[in-house]
């Protein structure tokens, strides 16, 4: 028999046997520690919950008595309750799986920091008044950003990469076809008031946007692609669609998710004529009972939502102030009240070789895809009649006779660049061989003449053949000097060529009121855009009626037929050239005088710490902090 020695080999084997078991026991020895250091901090925040309502019952005595220690006790507990919320919802690998640290990987980014601090409010400025908060209801931006941080949706839209990413939605199937999408949901996730939401929020949600007596026009023209929502069981939903459609994922994934307990309260009359219905899963929620909001009081605020089933972003409030003057916010600005501002063009200027600004501030400037282009519209039809830009001629005259260019560079300081349709240039849905129509006064003359416009009196304003005056109204926003500007530089344009353009100011609700009922006869405003636009909602002739954004009134069957074919196009490289043709058409008819898209210019205080700049602009304030020293409001 072979001699049964024990060698070096055994020897060094046994070592490496005897490592492992140590490291795999210090490992479980760490995840102990870890687990036991989550529930000690849960438990001191309980207990940290207790002392503070105590205190502050101490410091409120009804009399308005407080003595210096109690207070400074109070102020003591704050702090530490402030720095507890600074460590993660849950360390990675223990109580969240995969999905969870995916959807909020950019919340967590920032905790790494060495001077990472929880607590403080994010306090902003709008330049109007915010007239509804209700979603669907509300159709302007301000009620639309409020909206994003309240409600959820099933997927999110990763800022980087621009690919979809799990959020209420932990994973997702797509039929080979595109038409079927089935979505598996967390079973962890709240509303604010702690009731679950599941797959019969989602199959509400759909159903309530498509019932015709909610005043949701715009959603319901896009939701109209879904054949049905429908719910297996509380965690399984899907949606299909009644044909391809380009975004139909989007349509799905983006949703904002609505509470069937908390909206089937309401009737849908109460629904519509509720200013602030705003109720969600998000990581904030109103800072008062949603039915008891009202527009009026010149702020907006937002508080953390305590019941948040997800990674809590740093600040514990949000804020937005209405302040309709510019320059009052910008010495709001100035004087630290607001932490971030959008300057007009000629501010911008100023403010950018401002040493003691900048010394405060940081400035960034960035252009994105998605950012939008500002236009003049032409309203077709008003109170049921035609009017002088019903002519394709016409509307290529006023093009004409606007010098987009001189704007670009004057008015918006070197900030905009000429568009020539509604697709960005650095888009692929950008047709690169459309150039914008050039400033030409006199061929803009000539296509009036053609139209029969000619002054026919001798008074320097031209007339149609039955000798009515070409006058009209321009409403725009009163709050801003930017459009103020460019009102009267187009009336001195138009002048030139006996055009009578007035100037007509408005509040914005106002000015709201007066698009939703067609009832002008120009208009400008800029339109917000994304990754890929679809132009149905605003051009598509079944857009005019029943509250669409085609408010001018504008036809045009071949268009029409594009749009319809682009849309169910799931080749990219066709619906691209599908686009390109909408472009074109869109170019020629000229419903819209496309002014120019932007760069997008903003200061924010140097306070806020993790603010980057990504392919769609600034990443979210959820990934802003600010560290403890410099931390300021709600102490």
Not at 39 to 54: P, R, S, V
Not at 424 to 446: E, G, T, V, W, Y
Not at 483 to 493: P, R, T, V, W
Request: charged fraction near 25%; aromatic fraction near 12%.
């Amino acid at each position: 028999t072979m001699d049964q020695r024990f060698g070096f080999k055994d020897f060094v084997l046994l070592m490496l046997i005897v490592a492992l078991l140590v490291s795999v026991w210090l490992a479980m020895k760490q995840y102990d520690r870890q687990w036991d250091q989550l529930q000690q901090i849960q438990a001191t925040q309980k207990d940290q919950a207790t002392e503070l309502k105590h205190l502050s019952q101490l410091l409120s005595d009804g009399k308005g008595h407080a003595s210096a220690d109690l207070a400074e006790q109070l102020r003591q507990l704050r702090e530490q309750m402030a720095a507890a919320q600074t460590q993660p919802a849950a360390p990675e690998g223990i109580s969240k799986d995969q999905a969870y640290q995916e959807a909020f990987a950019r919340i967590f980014a920032p905790r790494k920091n060495a001077d990472f601090s929880a607590g403080d409010w994010y306090v902003d400025a709008f330049g109007a008044a915010v007239g509804k908060l209700t979603p669907l209801v509300s159709t302007d931006a301000y009620g639309s950003l409020i909206q994003g941080y309240v409600q959820e949706s099933l997927a999110s839209r990763d800022p980087e990469t621009l690919e979809w990413k799990p959020l209420i939605a932990k994973s997702w199937t797509i039929s080979d076809d595109g038409l079927v999408m089935t979505f598996t949901l967390r079973d962890d996730v709240r509303f604010s008031d702690g009731s679950p939401l599941n797959a019969r929020d989602v199959e509400f949600t759909y159903h309530w946007i498509m019932n015709p007596k909610v005043a949701a026009p715009r959603d319901r023209a896009y939701y109209d692609k879904l054949a049905s929502v429908e719910a297996s069981d509380d965690y399984h939903v899907t949606f299909k669609l009644k044909e391809p459609y380009f975004q139909g994922f989007e349509l799905a994934g983006g949703m904002s998710i609505f509470s069937a307990r908390y909206y089937s309260q309401f009737t849908e009359d109460k629904f519509n004529d509720s200013p602030g219905l705003l109720f969600g899963s998000g990581p904030y929620k109103l800072s008062m009972d949603p039915k008891e909001w009202r527009p009026g009081s010149g702020r907006i605020e937002l508080v953390r939502n305590d019941k948040y089933w997800g990674a809590a972003p740093a600040f514990d409030r949000i804020v937005y102030r209405e302040i309709t003057d510019e320059t009052a916010r910008l010495v709001a600005f100035r004087n630290g009240e607001i932490d971030v501002y959008n300057p007009q063009p000629d501010q911008y200027v100023k403010l950018k070789n401002d040493a003691q600004l900048r010394a405060e501030k940081d400035l960034h400037e960035y252009e994105s895809v998605a950012g939008g282009y500002r236009y003049v519209a032409w309203n077709q039809m008003r109170n049921g009649k035609p009017t002088f830009f019903v002519d394709a001629r016409v509307r290529r005259a006023m093009t004409m006779l606007t010098d987009r260019a001189a704007m670009c560079r004057q008015l918006m300081v070197g900030l905009a660049t000429v568009s020539s349709g509604p697709f960005h240039r650095l888009s692929p849905q950008s047709d690169p061989n459309i150039q914008p129509r050039p400033f030409d006064p006199d061929a803009a003359k000539k296509l009036l003449k053609e139209a029969g416009y000619e002054d026919r009196d001798g008074d320097g304003v031209i007339e149609s053949s039955d000798g009515t005056p070409f006058r009209f109204k321009l409403i725009y926003p009163s709050s801003s000097t930017n459009y103020q500007q460019m009102a009267f530089a187009l009336k001195d344009s138009y002048a030139r060529a006996g055009i009578m353009l007035e100037p007509d100011p408005l509040e914005w609700t106002i000015m709201l009121q007066r698009i939703d009922q067609r009832d002008f006869d120009a208009m400008t405003l800029g339109w917000t855009s994304g990754v890929e636009n679809d132009p149905f909602q605003i051009f598509h002739s079944s857009q005019i009626g029943d509250g669409g954004d085609n408010y001018i009134a504008y036809r045009n069957p071949e268009l029409d037929k594009l749009i319809d074919k682009a849309r169910v196009e799931m080749n990219t490289d066709k619906r691209m050239e599908l686009w390109h043709a909408v472009h074109r058409i869109l170019h020629e008819d000229q419903p819209y005088t496309f002014l120019w898209t932007s760069k997008a210019v903003i200061f924010v205080d140097k306070r806020m710490h993790n603010v980057q700049q990504l392919k769609l602009g600034l990443n979210s304030r959820e990934e802003w902090y600010v560290p403890r020293a410099l931390q300021k409001w709600g102490r």
